[in-house]
């Protein structure tokens, strides 16, 4: 089976759920080669990291600013939400979803923090839990894509190919749970475990669902040719994380040349969001409003 971005969207029928359905799921049929591309622009919410924790700013002033500086959607990443772990209130993801509307954005994703690494089966199945209920949280304000992580544990007692089995497990149970939300569980290549785009392309084809998917981190694959591996992973994703790094084979972050990773993207064909995130110290605002007009000096 094919599993790349274009079967995944080819199938999504989940207009009731989401906010700015005519803008999130116009995607009946498979893109064409000479299809051309439809970009759309978010931020995330770890740009504002420090700012979103000490309560210097809150959910309503990033989606002001995004709306001002003319992108599309924003991030809400799950941990900036009080209640984390816990899902919010109803009221609290309603209130949210309502100011969307009113600034002409979407809420394009939500993000968890789990650990399908770890050897400890009852943590791997609270992070399964935790990824579910997020998922109904994605559904209710009209998120079609949740990030998931592989995890970083390190166990000498397990060969790595054993880690990828009872990974492989998790990441389709996973996906059961968002084809019940009707939500993507959407796998971000974090550096962390599978690191090559071979490997993650290994997995998707293994989970084999239209559930789960790729949010393609263009600043976490560390490589002699980070733009080969971009390339390579493109076909597949479902969504576009933009950093004003990427990484070399050594870990070593250099300055991202986004007019290049914007054309890769647009030359793929691909028709979805791309988000934004600064992790430079400096003003957010300024960087995030410069990556945003770098990256579109590249398209055509």
Do not use: F, H, R, V
């Given at each position: 089976m094919n599993i790349t971005r274009r079967n995944i969207l080819k199938n999504l029928v989940l207009a009731p759920f989401f906010l700015g359905a005519n803008k999130l799921f116009t995607y009946t049929k498979p893109l064409e080669t000479n299809t051309t591309s439809r970009l759309q622009y978010s931020i995330n919410a770890y740009s504002f990291n420090s700012e979103l924790r000490s309560g210097e700013m809150t959910f309503y002033d990033m989606m002001e600013y995004a709306a001002n500086i003319g992108l599309d959607a924003i991030d809400l990443t799950g941990y900036y939400f009080s209640s984390y772990p816990k899902a919010p209130s109803n009221k609290e993801l309603f209130d949210l979803k309502r100011k969307a509307l009113e600034l002409g954005l979407d809420i394009a994703w939500t993000g968890v923090r789990n650990d399908f690494a770890t050897?400890?089966?009852t943590k791997r199945n609270n992070d399964i839990e935790l990824i579910e209920n997020w998922l109904e949280v994605s559904?209710?304000?009209?998120?079609p894509i949740m990030r998931i992580f592989t995890g970083r544990h390190k166990n000498k007692t397990y060969s790595k190919e054993e880690v990828k089995?009872?990974?492989l497990n998790d990441f389709k149970t996973?996906?059961?749970y968002g084809e019940l939300y009707g939500v993507i569980a959407g796998l971000q290549n974090h550096d962390e475990f599978l690191f090559t785009s071979e490997e993650v392309?290994?997995?998707?084809k293994k989970v084999n669902s239209d559930w789960f998917g790729l949010i393609?981190?263009?600043g976490s694959l560390p490589s002699d040719?980070?733009?080969k591996e971009i390339e390579s992973?493109?076909?597949y994703a479902n969504y576009f994380f933009v950093k004003e790094h990427v990484k070399q084979k050594d870990r070593t972050k250099v300055a991202a040349d986004l007019p290049r990773i914007a054309k890769i993207i647009q030359s793929s064909n691909y028709r979805g969001y791309v988000s934004f995130e600064s992790l430079k110290e400096g003003n957010t605002k300024e960087i995030i409003k410069d990556m945003f007009s770098d990256f579109k000096s590249g398209l055509n």
């Open positions: 050897p400890n089966l559904s209710k304000i009209g998120a089995q009872w990974m996973c996906a059961k392309i290994e997995m998707l393609l981190d263009c040719d980070t733009y992973l493109a076909p």
